[in-house]
């Protein structure tokens, strides 16, 4: 069993940066082995991807066309931590964010942490 717990919500204003963690922890020898990602729900709306990595020592990233260019995931193998850097924020970012960590069989998520962004 693997536990992920996020940190890093908040409320900002349009234009201002947060970074989400995510810290893994339990039954997993290394963070890198998982396909990770960071998703995202807003009021009344489904929950959609908004940037993964790749399980593997390289890393491809992948991202939501809306956050191109503004988010970047990243991963600390050591640290068993995933992160999400958040620039240049706007309103429609204001969701419930979750982190994600998948292998074969094997799907965890966390509680999720809430970024809200408002003048």
């Known amino acids: 069993q693997v536990q992920l717990v996020e940190s890093g919500g908040g409320l900002v204003q349009p234009g201002e940066s947060l970074r989400l963690s995510c810290a893994a922890s339990?039954?997993?020898?290394?963070?890198?082995?998982?396909?990770t990602g960071w998703y995202r729900q807003a009021l009344e709306k489904d929950r959609e991807l908004v940037a993964r990595?790749?399980?593997?020592?390289?890393?491809?990233?992948h991202y939501d066309q809306s956050v191109e260019g503004r988010f970047t995931i990243s991963r600390d193998d050591a640290r068993k931590e995933v992160y999400l850097q958040m620039n240049d924020l706007n309103p429609e970012d204001t969701a419930f964010y979750y982190c994600?960590?998948?292998?074969?069989?094997?799907?965890?998520w966390g509680q999720g942490t809430q970024v809200n962004v408002s003048s």
């Open positions: 339990g039954n997993l020898v290394s963070i890198s082995i998982y396909h």
């Open positions: 990595m790749s399980g593997s020592c390289v890393g491809a990233t």
């Open positions: 994600y960590a998948g292998r074969l069989q094997f799907h965890y």
